[in-house]
Protein backbone atom coordinates (compact mmCIF):
# COMPACT_ATOMS: atom_id res chain seq x y z
CA UNK A 1 0.00 0.00 0.00
CA UNK A 2 1.53 3.04 -1.01
CA UNK A 3 1.47 6.01 1.62
CA UNK A 4 0.16 9.42 0.65
CA UNK A 5 1.79 12.11 0.32
CA UNK A 6 0.29 14.61 2.84
CA UNK A 7 0.89 11.13 4.69
CA UNK A 8 4.50 11.15 4.29
CA UNK A 9 4.73 15.16 4.74
CA UNK A 10 3.25 14.77 8.47
CA UNK A 11 5.51 11.39 9.18
CA UNK A 12 8.26 13.00 8.00
CA UNK A 13 7.71 16.58 10.32
CA UNK A 14 6.59 13.95 13.13
CA UNK A 15 10.10 12.34 12.84
CA UNK A 16 11.82 15.52 12.70
CA UNK A 17 10.17 17.13 15.68
CA UNK A 18 11.44 14.02 17.53
CA UNK A 19 14.77 14.37 16.59
CA UNK A 20 14.83 17.61 17.81
CA UNK A 21 13.46 17.37 21.05
CA UNK A 22 15.81 14.42 21.37
CA UNK A 23 18.70 17.06 20.51
CA UNK A 24 17.89 19.56 23.03
CA UNK A 25 17.71 16.60 25.97
CA UNK A 26 21.32 15.45 24.69
CA UNK A 27 22.86 19.31 23.91
CA UNK A 28 21.35 19.77 28.19
CA UNK A 29 23.56 16.49 28.86
CA UNK A 30 26.15 18.29 27.14
CA UNK A 31 27.00 15.64 24.77
CA UNK A 32 28.93 16.98 22.02
CA UNK A 33 27.22 18.78 18.63
CA UNK A 34 29.12 15.85 16.51
CA UNK A 35 27.82 13.01 18.60
CA UNK A 36 24.24 14.63 18.23
CA UNK A 37 24.40 14.99 14.73
CA UNK A 38 25.42 11.60 13.67
CA UNK A 39 22.99 9.99 16.40
CA UNK A 40 19.77 11.92 15.43
CA UNK A 41 20.35 12.33 11.68
CA UNK A 42 19.98 15.89 11.91
CA UNK A 43 22.60 18.23 10.17
CA UNK A 44 25.55 19.71 12.33
CA UNK A 45 23.97 23.16 11.58
CA UNK A 46 20.60 22.36 12.62
CA UNK A 47 21.68 20.78 16.21
CA UNK A 48 23.94 24.24 16.46
CA UNK A 49 21.01 26.54 16.10
CA UNK A 50 18.97 24.23 18.63
CA UNK A 51 22.34 24.95 20.93
CA UNK A 52 21.89 28.51 20.20
CA UNK A 53 18.29 28.60 21.07
CA UNK A 54 18.84 27.07 23.79
CA UNK A 55 21.29 29.17 25.17
CA UNK A 56 19.45 32.07 24.56
CA UNK A 57 16.84 30.87 26.48
CA UNK A 58 18.21 30.59 29.62
CA UNK A 59 19.84 34.02 29.71
Do not use: F, H, P
Amino acid sequence: MQESVVYQSIKTEGSDEKARKIAINLLAEGISVDVIARSTGLSIEVVQQLQQRESDNQE
